[in-house]
């Protein structure tokens, strides 16, 4: 047998560049706070020196990472900043973002057991974990995949697959044309990404029912259609604009007397089982049959990273199989199994790490202050004559400064600023501004900057 030599050279040459990138990244850290949130113009346009003509030949690893720290960081989104609100991004924990450079030193291929036990050992020991966090069955099974986009897709892939082999069709191996009819429920407020998992597995976007929803976008339970066993019902921990719940409670009980499969998208939401003051809000939805949420929005762990939660993981596995063939029988969890990827990185290992860096109590913490700034956000604005919009029940805040043009000027402004970002959205007929406070970096202090900076553009942008 044959190894490949590495020489002290090609090992201390890894050594400095691994040394010097660490360096690099800690000064980024270090200046976040003084960062503008949003890059200048100047730094984003800088960007093209990072192309030309493909390099004829190889460069120092050292000068690659100097180039790339050089013109990449100034033109970077300070998106670890306790004053970014955009979206719902969540920052990194330091765990989690250690763990992640380990297990890029370990280069592991979290597809089979057997090519990385650990990468699959980590993601039963944080399975196990997330089981009662968010309170769901013993029994439930996850693949952990990209984001909540893919989650969606994973969970509804199940309940096609479940519904379906239950009414004698099996859509794996013959397909959906001839299949017998599945409907789908969805809130007038659906998620656009569930809309695009469901054009994804032939299910369709726009063939779904909508059910009507009240000022803050939950469903209007008694407005639902006759459900049956051919019915998938998509329901939403964590509106993305307002933060509110569907009510399961009303709904999971009819859903299940006539065996319609329960989809719960809550990509962000989920997490407040975490947190002992809002857990309330999750009342009845572990009853549902998937869960979809991410773990890079507020467990704050780095992109990409989500997770598809199925009460009865058999059928995420019949749905993701590559042929039966392959289903193993020696009662090993097989990460690839219950995921639409085979290869892929070992997202579990910081999943692992935020997880156990934060405890029980520390994980309640992080969702409790955020929620409790984004009110404080909230109140400030609401004080100096702004209009919130929805009920501040977590950590979404939405605002309005007035007739459309107005409000898209002041959001303009706001990241032309730089002290914080927030982003524009639609709701419900009007033209509005989304703040979310998903970071375990945010403090009292980010949020008073970051309130001073919006109430000053939004008085200059009335005064004309
Ligand atoms: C409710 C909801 N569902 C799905 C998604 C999509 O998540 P991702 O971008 O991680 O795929 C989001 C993103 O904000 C969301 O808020």
């Known amino acids: 047998m044959t190894s490949r030599v590495v020489g002290p050279s090609v090992r201390s040459a890894l050594r400095d560049v691994l040394e010097d990138v660490a360096g690099r990244a800690t000064a980024y850290l270090a200046s976040v706070p003084a960062r503008r949130v ?16 493909f390099p004829s030949g190889p460069s120092e690893p050292s000068e690659v990472i100097r ?85 969606n897709f994973s969970c509804l892939a199940a309940a096609r697959t479940a519904l379906l082999r239950r009414a004698g069709w099996d859509p794996e191996e013959r397909g959906l044309f001839g299949a017998p009819e599945l409907s789908v429920v969805v809130g007038g407020e659906v998620h656009v990404s569930l809309l695009k998992a ?11 029912t909508r059910v009507p929803v009240d000022s803050q ?11 049956d066993d051919r019915t998938i019902v998509c329901i939403q921990a964590g509106n993305v604009n307002t933060g509110a719940f569907d009510p399961a409670a009303d709904i999971c009980p009819v859903a299940r007397s006539r065996g319609a499969w329960v989809h719960v998208d809550g990509a962000f939401g989920l997490w407040v089982a975490a947190a002992p003051r809002r857990r309330y809000l999750m009342d009845g939805f572990a009853e549902a049959d998937s869960w979809a949420t991410d773990c890079h929005k507020w467990l704050n762990v780095p992109y990409d990273s989500g997770l598809a939660l199925v009460r009865d993981p058999e059928h995420l596995r019949q749905a ?20 639409p990827e085979a290869s892929r990185r070992a997202r579990g290992v910081e999943i692992w790490a935020a997880l156990r860096s934060l ?25 100096a004559g702004v209009r919130v919009l929805n009920d501040v029940v977590v950590n979404q805040v939405l605002v309005s400064f007035g ?18 970002w927030c982003g524009g959205t639609e709701w419900q007929g009007h033209t509005a501004m989304r703040i979310s406070v998903s970071s375990h970096e945010a403090t009292d202090d980010d949020i008073d900057r970051s309130l001073e900076a919006v109430v000053r553009i939004a008085r200059d942008a009335a005064a004309g």
């Open 38 to 53: 949003a890059p200048s113009v100047e730094d984003v346009g800088r960007l093209r020196d990072l192309g030309g003509p």
């Open 320 to 339: 993701m199989a590559v042929s039966a063939a392959y289903l193993p029988t020696t009662g090993t969890r097989e990460p690839a199994y219950y995921t």
């Open 217 to 227: 976008g939950r469903i209007r339970a008694r407005e639902l259609p006759v459900l």
């Open 403 to 420: 007739e459309p043009a107005v409000t898209r000027r002041v959001i303009a402004a706001i990241q032309k600023d730089g002290t914080c």
């Open 359 to 383: 405890g029980r109590s520390g994980l309640a913490e992080m969702v409790e202050r955020n929620c409790r700034l984004a009110a404080r956000f909230a109140d400030g604005l609401a004080r």
């Open 67 to 151: 180039l790339l720290d050089d013109i990449g960081s100034p033109a970077t989104v300070t998106s670890p900043s306790g004053r970014y609100f955009g979206f719902v991004n969540g920052g990194t924990l330091p765990a989690a973002l250690a763990a992640n450079w380990l297990a890029g030193a370990w280069d592991q291929n979290a597809a089979l057991a057997v090519m990385s036990p650990v990468a699959a050992a980590l993601e039963e020991i944080a399975l196990g974990w997330l089981r009662e966090i968010f309170d769901l069955p013993a029994t439930s099974g996850a693949g952990f995949v990209t984001g909540a986009t893919m989650a």
């Open 198 to 208: 469901l054009a994804l597995l032939g299910l369709g976007r726009s063939r779904v």
